[in-house]
């Protein structure tokens, strides 16, 4: 089966300066954070704050969800932390 984005759910976090989110492969849950200098890569306007750079990666999902995929084909993990160079 292939990674699937059924939970919309994600969660700014300053502590890890990251936004988390999951996948799923079949029973598999995979938990991905994108940092926050990793989307602000992608979309120069966002600024900082939580509200900001929740627009931001939702503005951008169908990229990060690519992005994600991608590493999560290169390596079967259950964790994956994206940066800019995954973009």
């Avoid at 590493?71 to 973009?87: M, V």
């Amino acid at each position: 089966m292939s990674l699937q984005f059924p939970n919309p759910i994600r969660r700014y976090d300053t502590t890890r300066d990251c936004i988390c989110f999951w996948g799923s492969d079949s029973a598999l849950e995979i938990a991905f954070e994108v940092e926050l200098a990793a989307l602000r890569s992608i979309d120069s306007s966002a600024g900082p704050g939580e509200a900001s750079m929740l627009r931001a990666y939702d503005g951008h999902l169908a990229t990060i969800r690519e992005a994600a995929g991608a590493a999560y084909s290169r390596k079967r993990k259950s964790y994956h932390r994206l940066t800019a160079s995954d973009f």
